[in-house]
Nanobody, 124 residues
Framework: QVQLVESGGGLAQPGGSLRLSCVAS????????MGWFRQAPGKEREFVAG????????TYADSVKGRFTASRDNTRNTLYLQMNNLKIEDTALYHC?????????????????WGQGTQVTVSS
């Protein structure tokens, strides 16, 4: 069955960096677009970043553009999210998601499986 396991979250100071990882299994990782979403307490889940099956095409939410970078290693079935210049408003539970197709997307409906998430807390 499809499994997505995130790691790398933790506590960071404003302006700091974290790198999230998501190890995938149970499907052909190299044939699927992947994405990152986040949900802060009391808020709806929101799109963060998407990456195509090859890794060449990426799309980002405006709120993280220029600070976050999504990447993938298809030889390791692993998705990454490098987060730099973190802000307090980046505090959330971060989930990786498996795309239903090969192209990156910002729409939740284009993703069909989700990991349990890793907590990112940005605080001074």
């Amino acid at each position: 069955q499809v499994q997505l396991v995130e790691s790398g979250g933790g506590l960071a100071q404003p302006g700091g960096s974290l790198r999230l990882s998501c190890v995938a299994s149970g499907f052909t990782f190299s044939n699927s677009a992947m994405g990152w979403f986040r949900q802060a307490p009391g808020k709806e889940r929101e799109f963060v970043a998407g990456i195509s099956y090859s890794g060449f095409d990426r799309t980002y939410a405006d709120s993280v553009k220029g600070r976050f970078t999504a990447s993938r290693d298809n030889t390791r079935n692993t998705l990454y999210l490098q987060m730099n210049n973190l802000k307090i408003e980046d505090t959330a539970l971060y989930h990786c998601a498996k795309g239903q197709g090969i192209f990156s997307s910002q729409r939740e409906r284009d993703y069909d499986y989700w990991g349990q998430g890793t907590q990112v807390t940005v605080s001074s």
